[in-house]
């Protein structure tokens, strides 16, 4: 449930789903595959988790918004943040090639992924980084790049 009571986040036959508690109006919050030609939705792999583990949602602290990562992709690397709010009900993906004009060549497509860090106010901090390490490894805290994403101006800039 949001900070504010006004949404709950869900999970339906492993696909995220916000509903409004004053209208209970449900929407589906799964945004389309960008590397497919056709309009499929993101792939999960078959699994058994909370709606919890495969979303891992985190809402900023006044409700106003939402980040979620749809965990368990078919694609290994592949963790875009998505960011949904009540003001833009489109779910904007950060993914890598989102952050690459401020990536430059710094990072391969092959094996860089995001990862949400935190809320600082209408901005969403995400670090990219490179997956070079084993499975059983986490990334070094310091490891890669971490960008702001502001979800009013949908502008993103680096911020170390």
């Known amino acids: 449930m949001s900070p504010d009571g006004k949404w709950v986040f869900y999970e339906r036959r492993r696909l995220p789903v916000i509903a409004n508690i004053a ?6 919050l799964s945004p389309y595959d960008p590397d497919q030609n056709s ?9 058994n988790e909370s709606a919890t ?35 833009d009900p489109e779910v904007h993906l950060l993914d890598v090639e ?17 990862e949400f860090v935190a809320w600082e106010k209408n901005k969403v901090l995400v ?24 979800i009013i101006t949908k502008k993103i800039s680096l911020v170390h």
């Open 53 to 87: 583990d495969l979303f891992s949602p985190h809402w900023q602290p006044r409700g106003d918004a939402l980040a979620f990562t749809i965990n368990n992709l078919e694609a290994r690397f592949y963790n875009p943040i998505c960011i949904w709010s009540p003001a």
């Open 23 to 28: 209208t209970q109006r449900h929407v589906l």
């Open 98 to 114: 989102y952050f690459r004009p401020l990536l430059g060549s710094r990072y391969p497509k092959w094996g860089t992924t995001t």
């Open 127 to 150: 670090r990219v980084y490179n997956c070079d390490y084993p499975d059983d490894v986490q990334h070094p805290p310091d490891s890669g790049m971490i960008f702001s994403y502001d």
């Open 39 to 47: 309009d499929g939705l993101l792939k999960m792999m078959v699994t």
